[in-house]
């Protein structure tokens, strides 16, 4: 397969991939300057600058002309946007950021697993590349939090930000548009709901056990549609573009 | 009977090796293992393929254009496509003994190479990493056993 054949089913699928790429990249760098401590504010900026490069890599293998990415990811109507709730949503509190950070990494690597055998060679090679920086992602995400855990005023809020942000990250394992099609077509491997579970382990490990009821509720139905906090999100990350739409970066 | 060729692939190395990383200015981004491979055709059209540090680097762009620039620059060079390669990936063993040398003396940043423990720039004590972000997403940071500095250390 060469991207100008990929097939609109399987841009779809990719897109929702990238848009999630995305969007966690321009949430993790809101904290640059505003974390609670220098080197989260490091850390966050890095690991956001991760997460922006690999949506690069897939929106270019969803366009025809790799200069167009800025302009494609800037100029789109929200309606054309791909992201799951969980990028979307404004969680302004240190403990939810790294809440979501942690669950966002425990299930990104799982994802990038789905390409490893891919019948699109260029996605066999940018998963290689992506599960090696996402091992320092967890690390770092996992570290912390088992840090935090042990002083108990901490352990209540990560808990508390858990039960928040656990719904949203069903939403993020399910209804991803054209997965019949990239199961089909060979691109994946298979279904990412299908490794939910490894997540959810991966999840109960750390924290322990867990209301059921929170890995199987979720309110958002459809990639199709914005969450509230879309809106402001998007002309925050805009604003630079915005000011001058054919410069070059 | 021998080819003509407009430009060598020698020439277009050398060219490409007067470019410096943007964050370390004097250091080329060849000694960095930037560079991957070099392609020209009898007619001088010239390929120049990359490998980034990472795929989030803010910086590709402006080497892309400094490579651009040096190699227009050179006799019998008619076009020049830089390309940035997802294959291989690069890591901290691509980084020549000359650029991990000048980087720790000029910049007083220690190189993570595989398997090797990270030295102080300073005092050549051993350090201990601290966290895998730095100041910079490809510098991690180590804290020197001797001097208790913070040693920045370029990493993969």
């Known amino acids: 397969m060469i991207k100008s054949v990929l097939p609109s089913e399987i841009k779809e699928y990719l897109l929702a991939f990238a848009d999630d790429e995305h969007l966690m990249g321009q949430q993790h760098t809101e904290w640059i300057g505003i974390a609670p401590f220098l080197e989260e504010d490091m850390a966050f900026a890095s690991i956001g600058q991760d997460e922006l490069g690999h949506a690069s890599m897939l929106y270019a293998l969803i366009l025809e002309d790799s200069s167009e990415i800025d302009a494609f990811i800037f100029n789109r109507k929200p309606e054309e946007w791909r992201s799951c709730q969980l990028v979307e949503s404004n969680h302004r509190n240190w403990e939810e950021a790294l809440i979501r950070h942690w669950c966002y990494d425990m299930a990104e690597d799982l994802r990038w697993e789905l390409f ?30 088992e840090n935090l855990l042990t002083v108990p005023a901490s352990q209540s809020r990560l808990t508390k930000a858990l039960e ?9 394992f399910s209804s991803i548009p054209g997965e019949t099609e990239a199961i089909s077509s060979g691109l994946v491997s298979g279904k990412y709901c299908d490794v939910f579970s490894t997540w959810r382990s991966r999840v109960e490990n750390r924290f322990g056990t867990l209301d059921s009821k929170l890995f199987t509720t979720s309110d958002h139905q459809s990639r199709t549609k914005r969450h509230s906090d879309f809106g402001p999100l998007y002309g925050r990350i805009r604003e630079v573009f915005l000011l001058d739409p054919k410069a070059v970066w | ?25 004097g250091i080329s981004i060849v000694d960095l293992g930037l560079l991957e491979n070099v392609k020209v055709n009898e007619i001088g059209e010239v390929v120049i393929e990359l490998i980034p540090t990472f795929s989030g680097c803010p910086a590709l762009q402006m080497i892309a254009q400094d490579v651009r620039e040096v190699t227009e620059k050179l006799s019998g060079v008619k076009k020049v496509d830089v390309v940035w390669l997802n294959s291989p990936v690069w890591n901290v063993n691509r980084v020549t003994a000359k650029a991990e040398k000048d ?38 940071v180590h804290v020197c056993s001797g001097c208790n500095e913070i040693v920045e250390t370029l990493r993969d």
């Open chain 1, 116 to 145: 490893r055998e891919s019948s699109l060679p260029e996605l066999v090679l940018i998963s290689e590349r992506a599960l090696k920086e996402e091992k320092y992602h967890r690390q770092h995400a996992d570290a912390l939090v």
């Open chain 1, 164 to 172: 928040e942000i656990v719904p949203e990250v069903v939403e993020l």
């Open chain 2, 1 to 25: 009977m021998s080819i003509e060729i407009a430009v060598s692939v020698q020439d277009i190395h050398a060219a490409v090796e007067t470019v410096n990383d943007p964050e370390y200015p």
């Open chain 2, 103 to 140: 980087l720790a003396e000029k910049f007083i940043v220690a190189v993570q190479i595989q398997d090797r423990k990270v030295e102080c720039p300073r005092c050549q004590s051993e350090t201990t990493i601290k966290s895998h972000f730095g100041p910079s997403r490809c510098r991690s």
